[in-house]
C-alpha cells in the first residue's frame, strides 16, 4: 500500500537500524508487532500541519504500545541548530515539554544523506524490518488510518 515515490525498502532502512542497534536501544529488537520510526528535521516543525501530523501520531502511540511505547517507537532527529549533537538539551526539553514516551535522538548526518532524505517522515516497520509504510509528514487522513491499521496488528502478522 505504500506510494511508489515515497517507499523507502528494507535496504535503505539497514543504516538507520544498524545505527540504533549500535546505541543498544530496544527498538531494533522489539517483536511483538510493527515498529514506528521517524525520521525528523526539526525545521520541518515549522509547518503547522506537519508539526500536528507528528503529535497526532505521536499522541496515537500510547495507545497501541501501551508500556512498550519506549521500545517499539523512535524519532532520529537530522543534526541542526534545535537536534544539536553537542549539546541535545533543547531537543530533550522540547521532547519532554511535548511529552514524548519514546526516545528522541540525533543521528548522524551521514545517516540522512544515506536515505536521500528529504523531508520529515514516519515509517511503520514490521518484526523482521520490513518497510510496511513510509510517509513524509503531513500525513493524510486516509494513510493516518492505514498507519492505525498497521499499528494494530500484533505479534508478527507480517514477514
Known amino acids: 500500500m505504500m506510494r511508489d515515490d515515497q517507499s523507502v525498502r528494507a535496504a535503505d532502512i539497514q543504516p538507520v537500524m544498524s545505527h540504533v542497534a549500535n546505541l543498544d536501544l530496544e527498538f531494533s529488537r522489539y517483536t511483538p508487532g510493527n515498529r514506528v520510526l521517524f525520521l525528523l528535521h526539526f525545521p520541518d516543525f515549522n509547518c503547522p500541519p506537519c508539526f500536528d501530523s507528528f503529535m497526532m501520531i505521536s499522541q496515537m502511540v500510547p495507545t497501541h504500545f501501551g508500556e512498550e511505547q519506549s521500545r517499539g517507537v523512535i524519532a532520529l532527529f537530522k543534526p541542526g541548530d534545535i537536534a544539536d549533537p553537542d549539546d541535545p538539551s533543547r531537543l530533550n ?67
Open 93 to 159: 526539553g522540547w521532547a519532554k515539554a511535548n511529552e514524548l514516551g519514546f526516545p528522541v535522538l540525533i543521528a548522524p548526518d551521514s545517516i540522512f544523506q544515506l536515505l536521500k532524505f528529504q523531508k520529515s517522515s514516519v515509517l511503520i516497520l514490521s518484526p523482521s524490518g520490513r518497510v510496511l509504510f513510509s510517509e513524509t509528514i503531513p500525513i493524510d487522513p486516509q494513510r493516518i488510518q492505514f498507519l492505525t491499521h498497521l499499528l494494530q496488528e500484533r505479534y508478527g502478522s507480517h514477514p
